[in-house]
């Protein structure tokens, strides 16, 4: 993962979704009404991070888009076209981050690790 790549997930919540920790760092928590932010380092996980959004985005049974974009100081987080959060990078090795799992109860409908050009470039230009 590097500047100027996003990750786009659409999917579905699972009816029988529950309180899910997983392995990347966006968590979105029915039984508290919230979606959380972390990192994990060396097996520990670092402060929660909680949405701005005083709404729970996701709802169970429901369809969703998330879209994380890696910028310089981190990522921008947005759920169905509404900015949820900014995420400071904790890991510094931007180029080093090049595996994605999604998990959870969710039934993953598609992905995509596309590329936003920055201000001037085409969409063809080298980002990382």
């Known amino acids: 993962m ?4 996003s990750i786009t997930v659409s999917g579905n919540v699972l009816p029988t979704a529950q309180r899910s920790d997983i392995a990347f760092h966006l968590n979105p928590r029915f039984d508290q009404n919230t979606v959380i932010g972390n990192t ?12 701005i959004s005083k709404t729970m985005p996701f709802s169970r049974g429901q369809g969703f888009l998330v879209r ?9 987080v947005a759920v ?6 900014d995420y400071n990078h904790r890991l510094k090795d ?3 981050i090049n595996v994605l799992e ?26 990382c």
């Not at 590097?2 to 790549?5: D, E, G, L, Y």
């Not at 994990?40 to 949405?51: D, F, H, K, L, R």
């Open 94 to 96: 931007l180029p080093a």
């Open 102 to 127: 999604v998990g959870g109860d969710i039934q993953l409908t598609s992905l995509d690790t596309g590329r936003i050009p920055g201000p001037g470039e085409s969409a063809g230009a080298h980002c």
């Open 80 to 85: 169905n076209g509404q900015h949820l959060f």
């Open 2 to 5: 590097c500047p100027c790549k």
């Open 68 to 76: 994380i974009t890696c910028e310089d100081t981190g990522y921008k």
């Open 40 to 51: 994990q380092i060396n097996g520990s996980w670092g402060p929660e991070q909680y949405s």
